[in-house]
């Protein structure tokens, strides 16, 4: 598979939340970190989906946030994986940060530059990943 999103993620669903429009489907991945996405019912049952399944999970970097102090802070968003910053590529508008999870995983994000000023991001930085659940897709392979 070829595609832009920087994020692919390899993994097992590893549980199903229905409701009576959308799902929350949470993906395991191979070194163990959790993803969630809300998909739709639809998607569920043309996908096949079910926990066990494998599948992929993508996002793209422009849909990463990035926190570097989230002390006392409680996010909606159901995704925060936090790690530290293994790699900064600094542009003149954006830049590209690289954040390494504990499982081996690593999650790019596309954010302002001055956001990388004001965050104070550096390589070695403490960083949690914030992706809300639905700006993750969901993969099968065919």
Known sequence: MKISARNVFEGKISAITSGPVSA???VTTT?????????TQGSVASLGLSVGKDVVALVKASN???MTDGSGVQLSARNC???KVSKLIPGPVSAEVVISLPG???IFASITRDATDELG???GVAATAVIKA????IGVKA
């Not at 070194?31 to 998909?39: A, F, Y």
């Open 31 to 39: 070194g163990g970190d959790k993803l969630v996405g809300t998909i």
């Open 121 to 123: 991001i550096k390589e």
């Open 81 to 83: 994986l936090p790690g």
């Open 24 to 26: 929350e489907v949470e």
């Open 104 to 106: 081996g995983a690593q």
């Open 64 to 66: 990463v946030l990035v």
């Open 134 to 137: 639905s700006s993750v897709i």
